[in-house]
């Protein structure tokens, strides 16, 4: 049974950081490329990054590039979303997945606000 679990959301300030997580189980974590995923209210789910199954190459929306990493720990089955630099347009639930599967976390909220 595939499993995603987001961690790591929260209020934050703007300019201020976060480390987002997300635990895989359920299929082989080391042979999929991972994306993050990001919906803000009455707004539909837009793509932030991705990352190839090795950890080696990623790929970033132009909203989040410089600020957003994207990182894994396949010992670890965990993917990462490193956000500095937070601004209040990134306020959203923040969702993991694999490209090559369907399944979608519950999500972590981010809010960036004073």
């Known amino acids: 049974q595939v499993q995603l679990v987001e961690s790591g959301g929260g209020l934050v300030q703007p300019g201020g950081s976060l480390r987002l997580s997300c635990t895989a189980s359920g299929f082989t974590f080391s042979s999929h490329p991972m994306s993050w995923y990001r919906q803000a209210p009455e707004k539909e789910r837009e793509w932030v990054a991705t990352?190839?199954?090795?950890?080696?190459?990623?790929y970033s929306a132009n909203s989040v590039r410089g600020r957003f990493t994207i990182s894994r720990d396949n010992a670890k089955n965990t993917l990462y979303l490193q956000m500095n630099s937070l601004k209040p347009e990134d306020t959203a639930v923040y969702y993991c997945?694999?490209?090559?599967?369907?399944?979608w976390g519950q999500g972590t909220q981010v809010t960036v606000s004073s």
């Open positions: 990352i190839n199954n090795a950890g080696d190459n990623t």
């Open positions: 997945k694999s490209i090559r599967l369907s399944n």
